[in-house]
């Protein structure tokens, strides 16, 4: 099966893709592309798809740069290809031949790109590093490579919807204590429960930093098992693990 690959004309001709499940070597309830290293698939295995996702994007494999994602709001700069795996959620890099890559099953993965500048940038944004500024972050440690915000594109993949997220009290809690204009990414559930639009909050993020243009492709993670990876579906099935999606941006 060949790899399915979303992309979005804003960001071209700068190579990138969101990729979905298909055409990957994996199994069992990773079946498909699954490209988590930190996942309990065979080590091998995912080796092997993230060759076939560097072939797609015309890199060797020790060019398709990683994080140790941790949920954070830290930004790596990205010069060479052993300048990946420190702790942080989020790369940039002026420097051709690089692929950025982010691992997500719910959580935002945003590919950006400075075109007339020559900078990219690449962010995993949960709702924790969405909240503590990592979209933001990302944003200036472009600028710092020559990036001007006002020419950045920014594209947020596949992710969980709203009507997917249901969260409890504590968590919308949190999100008024750091901004009560937040409320308007919330909607009544069900039982005193509340849905959560994290897409439409990375987007108003990622507007506030001052970008010139930020969209969703607006594919729900959750809602489509044959297509993508879903950390809360799995946890709802009771399955033991998940797989990782993958998206990458490269100059």
Not at 36 to 59: F, L, W
Not at 90 to 101: F, K
Not at 190 to 201: I, N, R, V
């Amino acid at each position: 099966m060949t790899l399915e690959i979303l992309t979005d004309d804003r960001l071209s001709p700068i190579r990138h893709g969101f990729f979905t499940r298909k055409g990957g070597a994996s199994s069992g309830v990773f079946s498909g592309l699954n490209c988590g290293r930190g996942s309990s698939d065979q080590s091998e295995i995912v080796s092997i798809n993230r060759a076939r996702v560097a072939k797609a994007m015309g890199v060797t494999p020790e060019n398709l740069i990683s994080v140790h994602q941790v949920h954070s709001a830290d930004v790596q700069v990205i010069d060479s290809p052993g300048s990946g795996q420190a702790r942080a959620d989020a790369m940039v890099t002026a420097t051709p031949g690089l692929a950025l890559s982010v691992l997500t099953a719910d959580c935002q993965p945003v590919l950006f790109a400075d075109r007339q500048a020559g900078v990219i940038g690449a962010a995993h944004a949960g709702w924790r590093g969405a909240l503590d500024g990592v979209l933001e972050e990302t944003v200036t440690a472009m600028e710092r490579l020559g990036a001007d915000a006002s020419q950045i594109r920014a594209v947020i993949g596949p992710a969980i919807s709203q009507q997917a997220y249901e969260v409890g009290q504590d968590f919308l809690e949190r999100f008024l204590d750091a901004d009560p204009q937040n409320q308007r990414f919330f909607i009544n559930g069900a039982q005193g429960k509340y849905h959560f639009d994290l897409p439409a909050y990375g987007l108003a993020r990622l507007r506030q930093a001052g970008i010139a243009e930020a969209v969703w492709t607006r594919h729900c993670t959750y809602g489509d098992p044959d297509r993508f990876y879903s950390f809360r579906r799995t946890t709802h099935a009771g399955e033991a693990d998940y797989g990782r999606l993958i998206s990458v941006i490269c100059l």
